[in-house]
């Protein structure tokens, strides 16, 4: 679960790295857009699977991963719609988790879609 709020946080960074990288006002919008309600989920997951449990000790100044930063946000989306399938399938998830967990999953297939527009 901790590697999903990395990958969450580091293809927000990406998306903004995109934005103020181009020069077309209609991309820069779009990557706006996919940056979009990142936030909200990472701070789900983290209050909804590690602050329940009272494992904050996790969290650190580095859980921005540097290599999980991908300008490509095709691949970046894949990749998180792979992880949050693995993460639906394994058998220590609750009810609740899953069902954050396919919230962000559809957000993440319409990312998808709009990456594709990029």
């Given at each position: 679960m901790y590697e999903?709020?990395?990958?969450?946080?580091?293809?927000?960074?990406a998306?903004k790295?995109?934005?103020?990288?181009?020069?077309?006002y209609?991309?820069?919008?779009l990557?706006?857009?996919?940056?979009?309600?990142?936030?909200t989920?990472?701070?789900?997951?983290?209050?909804?699977?590690?602050?329940?449990?009272?494992n904050?000790?996790?969290?650190?100044?580095?859980?921005?991963?540097?290599?999980?930063v991908?300008?490509?946000l095709i691949k970046?989306?894949?990749?998180?719609?792979?992880?949050l399938?693995?993460?639906q399938?394994?058998?220590?998830t609750?009810?609740?988790i899953n069902?954050l967990?396919?919230?962000?999953?559809?957000g993440?297939l319409?990312?998808?879609a709009?990456?594709?527009?990029?």
């Amino acid at each position: 679960m901790y590697e999903l709020i990395q990958h969450l946080i580091a293809f927000k960074y990406a998306c903004k790295i995109n934005h103020w990288s181009t020069n077309q006002y209609s991309k820069h919008l779009l990557f706006d857009r996919l940056s979009e309600d990142i936030d909200t989920w990472v701070d789900a997951i983290a209050e909804t699977y590690f602050m329940a449990s009272d494992n904050k000790s996790v969290f650190n100044p580095n859980i921005l991963n540097e290599r999980f930063v991908n300008r490509d946000l095709i691949k970046s989306s894949e990749k998180i719609i792979s992880l949050l399938e693995k993460l639906q399938n394994d058998d220590d998830t609750n009810e609740g988790i899953n069902s954050l967990l396919s919230a962000i999953e559809e957000g993440f297939l319409n990312k998808l879609a709009l990456a594709k527009l990029s």
